[in-house]
């Protein structure tokens, strides 16, 4: 069973920047394509980024966001730099099992992913 923890969030003004982590338990975790999502009050969860051999991100965050891994530390971050107040909301890291050398394009909705963290709240003030 594959467990996700994030860690990271926080309170910050709109300009700075944070850095989310998700630690993975398990094995093999360089074999599997992790992702970030988002959930802002009253909207559905969305897409953010995606990491298997190549990354793909969200519109929205494209030159601001950057998704890494580290396979030897089992866990995946989110640099999230010139953070805006619309960037608020829960950010949620899920793994997608194997997939890590396909398109990285191609999985960017909920369904493509089975497992997923607990969330880290991420609140920018303007």
């Known amino acids: 069973q594959v467990q996700l923890v994030e860690s990271g969030g926080g309170l910050v003004q709109a300009g700075d920047s944070l850095r989310l982590s998700c630690a993975a338990s398990?094995?093999?975790?360089?074999?599997?394509?992790m992702a970030w999502f988002r959930q802002a009050p009253g909207k559905e969860r969305e897409f953010v980024a995606t990491?298997?051999?190549?990354?793909y991100y969200a519109d929205s965050v494209k030159g601001r966001f950057t998704i890494s891994r580290d396979n030897a530390k089992n866990t995946v971050y989110l640099r999230m730099n010139s953070l805006k107040p619309e960037d608020t909301a829960v950010y949620y890291c899920?793994?997608?099992?194997?997939?890590?050398?396909?398109?990285?394009?191609?999985?960017?909705?909920?369904?493509?992913?089975?497992?997923w963290g607990q969330g880290t709240q991420v609140t920018v003030s303007s």
């Open positions: 899920a793994l997608k099992w194997g997939a890590v050398y396909s398109s990285s394009n191609a999985y960017t909705t909920t369904f493509d992913y089975g497992y």
């Open positions: 990491i298997g051999g190549s990354t």
């Open positions: 398990g094995r093999s975790f360089s074999s599997h394509r």
